[in-house]
């Protein structure tokens, strides 16, 4: 059974720094990996998807990185923003199953 | 722990009949519930957002006659996939929040149309 582990749980930074986000997950045997973005009581914001074949993805101040051998993957943010508060979950894909994190809380102080 | 419970976890149905997918909350109570799929090789992308007792909110491009959505208690909230076509076919999955903390995600169901 896949089993996605995040750490930290929680994060909190001042603005302007940079982070980097942690992945870890059980099976390798993965279709692809993505990262989310979660406000409060809203529905996710899919950031960034990795497939099996790639090892990283970018968008804007977000890199995302993936190690399946070794079953990590890492998001790194750079230069964060108060706006950038929130929970970052990531998912990993297998067959016909999709396995969360339990996601890191991030705070960016202003 | 919360437990989402999603039901059923794959089904197959021919093309034109309609399908039911359910989401339940066991131990609490959720106003909102989200719906997401996921088409192969893709991203995980919300559909709608189920609020209880009112209408749900359809993402921009959503048909929300093709996929009708009830959540008429706080705890179960069902979409269902009305003349379903082989394009229907994908991963959904649902999610309830518990306050303005986490996220609790159903095991998802994966529909084939043939």
């Known amino acids: 059974k896949q089993e996605v582990t995040q750490i930290p749980a929680a994060l909190s930074v001042p603005e302007g720094e940079n982070l980097v986000l942690n992945c870890s997950f059980t099976?390798?045997?993965?279709?692809?990996l993505q990262w989310f973005r979660q406000d409060p009581g809203k529905g996710l914001t899919s950031l960034l998807l990795i497939q099996s074949s790639q090892r990283e993805q970018t968008s804007g101040r977000l890199n995302a990185s993936l190690d399946k051998s070794s079953g990590r993957s890492t998001l790194y943010i750079a230069a964060s923003q108060p706006g950038d508060s929130a929970t970052y979950l990531c998912?990993?894909?297998?067959?016909?199953?999709?396995?969360f994190g339990k996601g890191t809380k991030l705070s960016v102080i202003p | 722990g919360a437990v989402v419970s999603q039901h059923p976890s794959r089904v197959i149905c021919k093309s034109g009949t309609s399908v039911k997918i359910e989401c339940r909350s066991l131990?609490?109570?959720?106003?909102?519930m989200f719906w997401y799929r996921q088409f192969p090789k893709k991203s995980l992308m919300l559909m709608a957002t189920s609020n209880e007792g009112s209408k749900a909110t359809y993402e921009q491009g959503v048909e929300k006659d093709k996929f009708l959505i009830n959540h008429a208690s706080l705890t179960l909230s069902t979409l269902t996939v009305t003349s379903a076509h082989p394009e229907d076919s994908s991963f959904y999955i649902c999610?309830?929040?518990?306050?303005?903390?986490?996220?609790?995600f159903g095991q998802g169901t994966r529909l084939t149309v043939v």
């Open positions: 131990d609490f109570q959720a106003t909102t």
């Open positions: 099976d390798s045997a993965i279709y692809n």
């Open positions: 998912a990993v894909s297998g067959s016909y199953q999709l396995t």
């Open positions: 999610s309830a929040p518990r306050g303005d903390a986490e996220a609790f």
